[in-house]
């Protein structure tokens, strides 16, 4: 595709139910971070890929945020057991290579915890 | 732990008028990237500074690395309406691949 894709764009969950959020990066891009970004702040790190591996999940809040990226293309962010807190708008981004290269955001994914 | 702080958070702006975003590290940073994201949209890559010093130009926007990697700036000169947005700087220190954003700083361009 012609950039980063995230899906789905909207996502209202009842507290206490598990959410599977979908990153399909750049083809080709070989990082990718997740971001949790709240309303007025800058994204917030969540974790790093290079490829499959995971090298980096300092970021994620709790045990309950999972993320995986099992070819090295698509990724999957898996919140479970949703809580109010974990509304945000969670982005997705995707680079060439490693840190030094800029990071292409696709749209987000907008949470909302009722 | 590492924090990355910018100045102003808002800024309101007569089109014409110059502005400036000021972000500082409270450690030395080994790169710093700068965003653009409209409202309603998502971050979108301006610039990297990786040199101690380093300053670079695109049209009317500058970019300044501080010369002990810990501070940056950004400066637009003659704002345009089109230059509405928050634009934050995001940090990565010299271990690790995260990167720390700026709280963002909010332009309002008042035609």
């Known amino acids: 595709g012609a950039g980063v894709s995230q899906s789905p764009r909207y996502k209202v969950a009842k507290r206490g139910q598990d959410v599977a959020l979908r990153c399909d990066p750049i083809s080709g891009h070989v990082s990718l971070f997740w971001y949790q970004q709240a309303l007025g702040q800058g994204p917030e790190f969540l974790t790093y890929?290079?490829?499959?591996?995971?090298?980096?999940k300092s970021g994620l809040p709790s045990d309950r945020f999972f993320a995986e990226r099992p070819e090295g293309s698509v990724s999957t962010l898996k919140i479970q057991r949703t809580q109010q807190e974990d509304s945000a708008v969670y982005l997705c981004a995707s680079s060439f290579a490693g840190p030094y290269n800029e990071q292409f955001f696709g749209p987000g994914t907008r949470l909302t915890v009722l | 732990g590492q924090q990355v702080m910018q100045i102003p958070q808002y800024q309101h702006v007569q089109e014409g008028e110059d502005f400036t975003t000021y972000c500082n590290s409270s450690?030395?940073?080994?790169?710093i990237q700068w965003y653009k994201q409209r409202p309603g949209g998502h971050p979108v890559f301006l610039i990297q500074l990786v040199k101690s010093g380093e300053v670079k130009k695109q049209k009317r926007l500058t970019f300044q690395f501080g010369e002990a990697k810990k501070n940056s700036s950004l400066h637009i000169t003659a704002t345009q309406t089109t230059d509405v947005g928050t634009y934050f700087c995001a940090g990565r220190e010299n271990t690790g691949n995260q990167f720390y954003f700026g709280t963002g700083t909010s332009l309002t361009v008042i035609p």
């Open positions: 450690t030395t940073l080994s790169n």
């Open positions: 890929f290079q490829n499959e591996a995971q090298l980096d």
